[in-house]
């Protein structure tokens, strides 16, 4: 894989660097029973460490974003099918990558290292075809391992990453009272958070909540207008195919 990096400053120097790099991914996966599967699999990537990567030249000289994810798991189906749950346990690893400056967000800070660890658990049931109800909650352990920042500078090897909260979850029911309207509400939670590097400003957890109706329509066009015409077609089968008796049907068409 090859990535093409050009810019082009205010005072029209050009600074352009390739970067070429392979990836691959694996993931194997077993089943246990019928309705119970194991899986795994590793990822690598390699990718700008941040959207605004591309604002300075400088950072050029230094190497893409290297990426490291792996992530074990179960998937069961039960209750005849009508239920199904996941359990994930994974970890995403980055180095060399860039966060903006909480005191000068127009610029970036470089860290080493910054790893995620973390447990989801996900739950869908479907008791019959008016009801759908799913829920997951998730625990994300992301810290900065290698990173050192701020003014004066220090270290923050340790420090929560900003605007990433340690616990999140989701509850979401849909109701359908016909075939064609439907009914969902959402409760969303997100817990506390950091909104600085130095995890000194914490945000408070909070939660959401989100109501919505749908309703599908069935268009009807109707081509001729007012002024009908009626078309009679009739079908006959022949008295040797079974259950025809030699009938014939006539349809209005």
Not at 122 to 150: C, F, I, K, V
Request: net charge negative; aromatic share 12%.
């Amino acid at each position: 894989m090859q990535m093409d990096w050009h810019f082009q400053s205010p005072q029209e120097e050009t600074h352009e660097h390739t970067y070429v790099f392979s990836v691959w991914s694996l993931g194997p996966s077993y089943a246990l029973t019928d309705n119970l599967n194991i899986y795994a699999n590793y990822t690598t990537g390699q990718e700008p460490g941040n959207d605004l990567f591309f604002l300075s030249p400088a950072q050029t000289s230094l190497p893409l974003t290297r990426v490291r994810q792996w992530e074990i798991g179960a998937k069961g189906q039960f209750w005849d099918n009508k239920g199904e749950a996941t359990l994930a346990l994974y970890e995403l690893r980055k180095d060399n990558l860039f966060v903006p400056n909480a005191q000068q967000p127009d610029t970036l800070n470089a860290v080493g290292r910054q790893t995620s660890r973390g447990v989801e658990l996900s739950l869908m049931l479907r008791p019959n075809w008016q009801w759908e109800l799913a829920a997951n909650a998730a625990y994300t352990h992301a810290r900065y391992d290698e990173y050192r920042g701020g003014s004066p500078v220090g270290s923050y090897n340790g420090n929560r990453p900003a605007y990433i909260p340690d616990w999140t979850a989701n509850l979401t029911a849909r109701y359908k009272p016909t075939q064609q309207l439907g009914l969902t509400s959402s409760l969303r939670y997100v817990g506390s958070s950091y909104n600085d590097d130095a995890n000194q400003r914490k945000m408070p957890a909070y939660t959401t909540l989100d109501l919505a109706a749908d309703y599908q329509l069935t268009p009807v066009v109707d081509v001729g207008g007012s002024h009908q015409k009626r078309h009679q077609s009739t079908l006959c089968l022949p008295a040797d195919l079974p259950g025809s008796g030699a009938d014939c049907a006539v349809a209005d068409l």
